[in-house]
């Protein structure tokens, strides 16, 4: 079972798609079918952590077969301890944007969710897939599902925003295969375990003289995903146009492909340049926190505020990463996971909101507590849990980014920190304006509350995001090793000693946080 869960997993929403393409237009049947085969999906899931082999740092549930002679390519797929929570991730979010679209999509219900189960095949695939042209075709395959479904059945310049999504992840990922050809024509694999230890051993020939393009090819991809600032002006547009389901999985899952990779690839892969361009990424994530948080700040529309607010909240994922410190990625890894829930619930409110007005403007509303108590609480305690309150998860994700952005360098940190107190401003400030007040309206006074089918999608939202906040060890202890594994010198750069690009020095734990076990402080060029 081990070895087969993984394409299980991975394949099993792409077999309901394949369903639901052969059944007929029959509207009831088609939301069952794609509701069933997205909660099997996330049941297969679960069996990565209940089966989960503790305190190994390694890749687990493994699976390598060749799939092509030639090139040389396998059928590899594996986790660790960092992408076996982004896959559990994905299995859990797309039931619930099931539900969610259960009566907001009207035309082409087969087709929605025939494009929303491929997505989740090709989502998964990326965060499985250890064959580095697996990666690729999986990484390339979310673009054309996510592009249909804002092109379909958003809104009203939804083609535009479609394009835009489209041609800037495409062109950015173009630099990524590039450098994955590199490897090839070195190594003559594209196996990331079979490259890690030959650049590790230091005997791939030209690694040293090319590894600089090599990290920017992964980097550019990676950062437009992300978006990091300044790639994130696709964001905005195709968060407003895209449907509810597509801005949950956007801001939930596909985002965070560009966060792992930064991790997986350029982290990994080439520490040396990593460290080096440390302090302008940086200083680029921390551009992208406040700049993010400001600009959501003055947001007419309430979409928008929230898709601004995932370039605040991604750049301190960046931040964490780029410390090089197990607070700061343990950080990162866990507020992937936040924001994948709480972004993700705040798009899902809104959704039900826009399903009963049809405007996403601000000041349409006003006084909603009065009619909606149900909703407006739900939407209160997710909106604590994106702001970072202490017991929910938002708290602790950021709190450890931060921990590690001071440990790293003081001005990372009180930088950092003040795009919470901004997160608190807009978030809290478009909660009163929604909620607080008199009933500006007359239409607003007679809005229904959450139905039984909305809050279903809800509170279990609701629910991990305090679960996580009060109960983060669960979580950690499976993170904690992977990233401590990854912030293991590798046998060439320790042989280098002082004269390599990077130096790992190690810190008594007297000096730092509880959890932080090195620091890496950049040395370029000493």
């Known amino acids: 079972m081990n070895e087969l869960i993984l394409t299980l997993i991975t394949f099993v929403p792409l077999a309901g798609a394949l369903v639901l393409m052969l059944m007929p237009r029959n509207d009831r049947a088609i939301k069952w079918t794609a509701l069933i085969v ?80 491929i997505l989740e095949t090709a989502m998964i695939g990326v965060f499985v897939s250890l064959d580095l042209f697996l990666f690729y075709v999986f990484w390339e395959a979310t673009l054309i599902p996510m592009a249909l ?30 450098s994955i050809i590199w490897f090839y024509v070195q190594t003559h694999s594209f196996d990331f375990v079979v490259i890690h230890n030959a650049i590790q051993s230091g005997s791939i020939a030209g690694f040293d003289g090319a590894a600089e393009f090599l990290f920017f090819g992964f980097f550019i991809a990676f950062a437009v995903k992300v ?21 949950v999985l956007l801001a939930g899952v596909l985002l965070k492909m560009g966060t792992y990779g930064l991790l997986r690839f350029n982290l990994t892969l080439f520490p040396a340049q990593a460290h080096e361009h440390a302090p302008w990424i940086n200083t680029l994530a921390l551009i992208g926190i406040v700049y993010g948080a400001l600009v959501a700040l003055v947001q007419p529309n309430m979409k928008k505020l929230v898709a601004y607010s995932s370039v605040s909240h991604l750049g301190f994922c960046v931040l964490g990463i780029f410390t090089f410190t197990q607070a ?120 229904p509350d959450a139905n039984g089918r909305e809050r279903l999608s ?11 906040g009060v109960a983060s060890p669960l979580w950690m202890r499976m993170i ?44 370029a060029g000493k």
């Open 328 to 447: 700061g990625i343990d950080g990162a890894v866990y507020q992937m996971l936040n924001h994948g829930i709480s972004t993700g619930a705040l798009f899902m409110l809104l959704g039900m909101l826009y399903d009963r007005r049809h405007t996403y403007e601000i000041k349409e509303y006003g006084g909603l507590a009065t009619p909606m108590p149900v909703y407006s609480t739900l939407f209160l305690m997710i909106t604590l849990s994106s702001v970072g309150l202490p017991l929910f998860n938002g708290f602790v994700g950021e709190f450890l980014v931060l921990s590690g952005a001071f440990s790293a360098w003081p001005w990372y940190g009180i930088i950092g920190t003040t795009g919470v107190i901004w997160s608190a401003g807009y978030l809290l400030w478009l909660y009163q304006r929604t909620f607080y007040g008199e009933v500006t309206k007359a239409v607003n006074a007679s809005l």
């Open 38 to 117: 997205s909660i099997l999906a996330f049941v297969l899931s679960l069996h990565l952590p209940t089966h989960w082999t503790s305190g190994q740092p390694g890749f687990q549930f493994g699976i390598d077969h060749q799939w092509i002679a030639s090139p040389n390519i396998h059928y590899h797929l594996g986790v660790d301890g960092i992408s076996v929570w982004l896959v559990l991730l994905t299995t859990f979010l797309t039931p619930f944007c099931v539900l969610i679209s259960w009566n907001s999509v009207h035309g082409a219900l087969k087709e929605f969710f025939v494009l929303m189960l």
């Open 149 to 178: 479904m804002i092109g379909m059945y958003g809104h009203e310049r939804r083609i535009y925003a479609a394009v835009k999504f489209f041609l800037y992840t495409m062109v950015a990922s173009v630099f990524m295969l590039g």
């Open 480 to 523: 904690d090793p992977s990233v401590r594994h990854s912030l293991a010198p590798t046998p060439a750069t320790a042989s280098k000693g002082p004269t390599a690009n990077t130096r790992m020095i190690a810190t008594s734990k007297s000096s730092i946080p509880p959890g932080v076990t090195a620091r890496v402080v950049s040395k």
């Open 227 to 247: 978006p990091l600032f300044p790639f994130h002006t696709w964001l905005p547009d195709a968060h407003v146009e895209a449907p509810t389901a597509g801005s």
């Open 458 to 468: 809800l509170i279990p939202m609701v629910a991990l995001a305090l679960i996580m």
